[in-house]
């Protein structure tokens, strides 16, 4: 019995994740699963060198991770560097969002002004044929270049 190990025991071993170890079971044929597995209870029970070749290590060679408290130590400052950068480069980001919005903004409100600006025109026209006066053809080209200026800023909102 000292050749089966438990799932947990060859996650010590190996040095691998548990998803790591289930993973190798579950793509084990049948016959290999009654060759390398058996039901110790309710425990699942694997070949020990089985599990070691297929993951790679060499059979009777046990790599159990070790930390001492440098490790710790260095492993903790690094990733504290590493949230560091991230939170940086996080607030770079907001703030080029940030940049742009207020680019869309101004141009949202040129947009705006614009509009008005045809409106008012659209009415001065309105009632200039109302009164009997005639569009003439400059009018109604200016009329259609702010037109298409307008078109022009709403895609590059957009």
């Not at 000292?2 to 790591?20: F, H, L, M, V, W």
């Not at 260095?74 to 560091?84: A, M, S, V």
């Not at 996080?90 to 949202?108: F, R, V």
């Given at each position: 019995?000292?050749d089966?190990?438990?799932?947990?025991?060859?996650?010590?071993?190996?040095?691998?994740?548990?998803?790591?170890?289930?993973?190798?079971?579950?793509?084990?044929?049948?016959?290999?699963?009654?060759?390398?597995?058996?039901?110790?209870g309710?425990?699942?029970?694997?070949?020990?060198?089985?599990?070691?070749?297929?993951?790679?290590?060499?059979?009777?060679?046990?790599?159990?991770?070790?930390?001492?408290?440098?490790?710790?130590?260095?492993?903790?400052?690094?990733?504290?560097?590493?949230?560091?950068?991230?939170?940086?480069?996080?607030?770079?980001?907001?703030?080029?969002?940030?940049?742009?919005?207020?680019?869309?903004?101004?141009?949202?409100?040129?947009?705006?002004?614009?509009?008005?600006?045809?409106?008012?025109?659209?009415?001065?026209?309105?009632?200039?044929k109302?009164?009997?006066?005639?569009?003439?053809?400059?009018?109604?080209?200016?009329?259609?270049v702010?037109?298409?200026?307008?078109?022009?800023?709403?895609?590059?909102?957009?």
């Amino acid at each position: 019995m000292e050749d089966y190990i438990t799932t947990r025991q060859a996650i010590e071993i190996t040095g691998k994740s548990e998803s790591t170890i289930r993973r190798i079971i579950r793509n084990l044929t049948t016959s290999e699963k009654s060759q390398y597995t058996i039901m110790k209870g309710r425990s699942l029970m694997l070949d020990r060198e089985f599990i070691l070749d297929k993951i790679g290590a060499e059979p009777g060679k046990v790599s159990i991770r070790t930390f001492d408290a440098q490790t710790t130590f260095d492993t903790q400052r690094d990733t504290i560097k590493h949230l560091h950068w991230l939170s940086e480069k996080q607030s770079d980001t907001i703030s080029d969002k940030d940049e742009t919005i207020k680019e869309l903004m101004a141009k949202l409100l040129q947009v705006q002004n614009d509009l008005k600006l045809l409106e008012m025109q659209a009415q001065s026209l309105k009632n200039k044929k109302e009164a009997g006066s005639g569009l003439n053809y400059i009018e109604l080209f200016a009329v259609l270049v702010l037109i298409l200026a307008l078109a022009y800023l709403v895609v590059q909102i957009v």
